[in-house]
């Protein structure tokens, strides 16, 4: 990503957070699609225990539900948004957050599980290209599996501020590029889909 669709972002997301303060829709969500789309990561498996990268955390409120949902794990947060991880490491002293530009600064640790949550949902240039990058670097640091949802390109009615992924060609290239190992679900949430990369073949699968 380049950096004027840095400063986009950044500058998108301080806007929504100083309008809405510590709400879902800092982060474009609202309260019930944001517990929907924390909810389909963990059909990830069981992460009990396991150490994760929320990657793109905004104000580390995946760390919030999975407290609620009785799910322990080690939490570390990265965000591009150093106002947002401020607010997050303010709300939640317990996990580990860090100011994060994936294209400048390195990753120096693994995880067992990584996330990625409606992080490339606002449009800006090149997020194609983006997309597949991020998911290659991060899955390098990823032991056992890698969450990712984005909007469904399939939905007939697109907003011109969003970006829409094509749910067959992202699989494709997680098949190709990163492991033979993924699932794809486009059954939880209308026009909205998450897929899952593994290392290994999953259990039962």
């Keep these: 990503m380049d950096d004027l669709s840095k400063e986009y972002v ?10 809405h303060g ?5 982060v474009r969500w609202s309260a019930r699609g944001q517990r929907m789309h924390f909810q389909s990561l ?9 150490r994760i ?13 999975l407290t609620d949902s009785g799910v322990a794990v080690h939490y570390t947060g990265y965000d591009i948004n150093a106002s947002l991880i401020s607010l997050a490491q303010e709300k939640y002293p317990e996990g580990r957050f860090r100011v994060f530009d994936i294209d400048t600064d390195i990753c120096d640790e693994d995880f067992d599980y990584i996330f990625l949550c409606g992080v490339f949902n606002l449009r800006v240039a090149g997020l194609a290209r983006t997309i597949r ?3 290659r670097t991060l899955f390098g640091h ?5 969450a990712f949802n984005a909007l469904s390109d399939l939905n007939p009615k697109k907003d011109f501020e969003l970006h829409y992924t094509s749910p067959g060609d992202i699989f494709g290239f997680a098949v190709q590029d990163l492991s ?10 209308l026009y909205d889909f998450t897929m899952f990369v593994y290392r290994e073949a999953v259990a039962g699968g």
């Design 10 to 19: 950044i500058s998108f997301f301080d806007r929504n957070l100083r309008h």
């Design 180 to 189: 033979p190992y993924v699932s794809l679900r486009h059954d939880r949430m």
């Design 42 to 50: 963990l059909d990830i498996g069981d992460i009990q225990g396991a």
């Design 53 to 65: 990268l929320d990657f793109g955390c905004g104000k580390g409120d995946f760390l919030g539900f």
């Design 22 to 26: 510590d709400q879902p829709e800092a």
């Design 142 to 146: 990823c032991r056992k599996g890698l």
């Design 133 to 135: 990058q991020t998911l």
